[in-house]
């Protein structure tokens, strides 16, 4: 059975960063990510990150602010630093891995496995 456990998040000024941290466990994912749901809007991708960690994929609002990282060392750990955090990017953070991945008029668009965690809050005040 599918497990993920997203922790690290919580309530941080605009500007200020986290870190955020996510353990996989019960099946191996080649590529993962995150998604993000903010109150009242759907949940859409993050970042992503490849089996070896040599390509890495980001949604344009998060770009050269998010950087996305993971350990296979052990069980599969997959993390987010977030930096130059902004108030927009208040929503739950939820980690994922994919059943499948393609490229649709040019954008990433993986496909995320029906398993999803609890999430983690993130609060950005202004």
């Known amino acids: 059975q599918v497990e993920l456990v997203e922790s690290g998040g919580g309530l941080v000024q605009a500007g200020g960063s986290l870190r955020l941290s996510c353990a996989a466990s019960?099946?191996?994912?080649?590529?993962m990510g995150w998604y993000r749901q903010a109150p009242g809007k759907e949940r859409e991708f993050v970042a992503a990150?490849?089996?070896?960690?040599?390509?890495?994929?980001y949604a344009d609002s998060v770009k050269g602010r998010f950087t996305i990282s993971r350990d296979n060392t052990k069980n599969t750990m997959v993390y987010l630093q977030m930096n130059s955090l902004k108030p927009e990017d208040t929503a739950i953070y939820y980690c994922?891995?994919?059943?499948?991945?393609?490229?649709?008029?040019?954008?990433?668009?993986?496909?995320?496995?029906?398993?999803w965690g609890q999430g983690t809050q993130v609060t950005v005040s202004s």
């Open positions: 019960g099946r191996t994912f080649i590529d």
């Open positions: 990150i490849s089996g070896n960690a040599d390509q890495t994929h």
């Open positions: 994922n891995g994919f059943e499948s991945v393609s490229f649709l008029g040019g954008r990433y668009a993986p496909i995320p496995s029906t398993n």
